[in-house]
């Protein structure tokens, strides 16, 4: 509060607010909450200025802020907010489906846009701006290959360089095979420890093994999409038909499985990282097949994720003119190792 305060001098709006706000920590925390929920409305008001809400990772909200063992529901409150003509809001989130159904009951205050993977010339500029900065050397037909192995996926791209593999030379492709080889192994891998961490949260709510089984069993045949009864008897679930569609809803919101061509069929993440990370991690268990084994299979899909070279040459041609109106070295030469 005494770094607030300094900060706001000679500003009677902003000063009012902030001398409001330590009486109200002191006396009075609940109506301190709604304070700073309206905080923003009220002081664009004040000033006749526009402020932005942007509340990142809104679904947590839901989750882990807690009174008396008690998890408080905090979003409800923002559907008044949300209405804000001077202060309007932006939530987002990395959990889709929980995003999604919390901002859905809040009476329509929230338009959804969803953000799937990068466009093509956005995933080489990326690779670009990542190799700049921390100086690795890096050709188009390079990063064209870094963007397709990643799924132009900003997360998996970013792993690629700030990965703890000690690697030397420039990012060829199989020194990226390497790093991503590092990068999902159950034990040393940020991309495998991430979504370790995420499935464990999700198997937490939902029956462990006969969900894990669905989820491998859509991983493993990622081109098809199966209904509910196709996933029955393929894989022997011995579920009544509404237990398992309830596990299948809570997949799908939890964003490890998607929907297929209509509401009834059911289809993988087609995420060819996330299916060799689970596959590495619950493999074993589901399938009872030896870790040798397991290892030679885990080496020869990530060995598949090459790509055609036709391809590659054609991604790096393909944006050759939008990148050489930012970058124009960047085309024919390796970046300069100077940052």
Known sequence: MAQLEKLVEGDEVLAQQVAYMRVLFEENISEAWNVVREAAAEIAAQKDERIIQLIDEFQFMNEY????????????????TAESKVSPQIVTGSYIGKLHAIVTRMVGRHLLFTLGPLPHNEAMELVYTYADFYNRRVTSKQAAYIA??????????????QTNLTVKGNLSESVTRQILAHETRPELGSISGMWADYIAMVFDRVNQRNAKKIVLYLAKHADCEFTRDELKANLKL??????LEERLERLIKADILARGSSNFRMKGL??????????????EEIDSIDAKTLAAEYEQSLSSLKGELTNLKGL???????????????IESPLPRSH
């Not at 011995?238 to 237990?243: I, Q, T, V």
């Not at 087609?270 to 493999?283: S, T």
């Open 238 to 243: 011995e579920l009544e038909d509404a237990e």
């Open 316 to 330: 790096a041609s393909e944006h050759n003119c939008a990148i050489t109106s930012l970058r124009p070295e960047r």
């Open 270 to 283: 087609g995420d060819p990282i996330f299916e060799l990370v689970f596959r590495r991690l619950y493999g």
């Open 65 to 80: 802020v807690q009174r008396d063992d008690k998890v408080i529901k905090l979003s409800s409150a923002y559907q008044k």
């Open 148 to 161: 397709e192995i990643c799924s132009f996926d900003p997360y998996y791209i970013a792993c690629i360089f």
